[in-house]
């Protein structure tokens, strides 16, 4: 399988190279890289991905004016029809702005900036994101955001708990999220969104490699649709 993949970048993302380094390194084929004022995506992507930053430096809410920026229509077209999307950090801001993902991310409860490695617990191995992880293993990622405080009220909490849409939970305090929530899921399963950054943790050399399953997941999955 040629696997298709596309790295989006927004005025102020930071981590777009080394999203595309990661799924180069792991897929075999090199992501096109989009621009954010591109009208559409290219044709038959097999995958597409929002790097973490600071897009358009975070004036409003992180994410709110990337969320609006001319390639996300496509992006969304694309979500809706089935296009596994994945929002790192930044990524995971502009998914819910633009509605792909419920709830919003806050300013972090302690109001400072955290960066360093983190443990999460995998709560969902059952999405095409995850299945690489057994149930309830614990992992170490990296994060490094002033703004990762996942909110929702109550009732969208229950739901997307009781969907099994919760993919990742940290397994330390770290910003103050509810219930704890590191990464989300859409409705369908094709749409991830999370703070931590897995693309940091693919070659040992980073320090460990507990984010490569979650693109090998990924790719597997595709191969073996």
């Known amino acids: 399988?040629?696997?298709?993949?596309?790295?989006?970048?927004?005025?102020?993302?930071?981590?777009?190279r080394d999203m595309a380094d990661a799924l180069e390194k792991i897929?075999?084929?090199?992501?096109?890289?989009v621009w954010h004022g591109d009208a559409e995506?290219?044709?038959?992507l097999d995958f597409i991905a929002l790097p973490g930053g600071f897009s358009y430096g975070d004036y409003l809410r992180s994410g709110a004016m990337a969320a609006r920026s001319p390639i996300m229509q496509a992006v969304i077209a694309a979500?809706?029809?089935g296009v596994p999307v994945l929002g790192v950090c930044n990524g995971f801001q502009v998914l819910t702005e633009s509605g792909?993902?419920?709830g919003a991310l806050l300013r972090n409860a302690g109001m400072n900036f955290v960066c360093r490695e983190v443990r999460l617990s995998v709560s969902n191995n059952q999405?095409?994101?995850?299945s690489g992880y057994d149930a309830g293993e614990e992992i170490l990622i990296p994060v490094a955001h002033h703004d990762g405080n996942y909110f929702a009220d109550d009732a969208t909490l229950d739901r997307i708990e009781g969907e099994g849409r919760v993919a990742f939970r940290y397994a330390e305090q770290v910003n103050g999220s509810a219930r704890d929530i590191a990464g989300v899921l859409n409705a369908a399963g094709n749409v991830l969104g999370m703070m931590p950054h897995p693309e940091r943790?693919?070659?040992r050399e980073q320090g460990g490699t507990d984010g490569r399953a979650l693109f090998e997941s990924a790719i597997?999955?595709?191969a073996d649709a």
């Open 127 to 130: 999405s095409l994101f995850t």
């Open 201 to 203: 943790m693919i070659e």
């Open 41 to 44: 995506l290219p044709e038959r």
């Open 79 to 81: 979500a809706n029809k």
């Open 220 to 222: 597997k999955a595709l």
């Open 1 to 16: 399988m040629s696997f298709r993949s596309a790295v989006i970048t927004f005025p102020g993302s930071n981590c777009d």
């Open 100 to 102: 792909l993902l419920p």
């Open 27 to 33: 897929s075999g084929a090199a992501p096109h890289r």
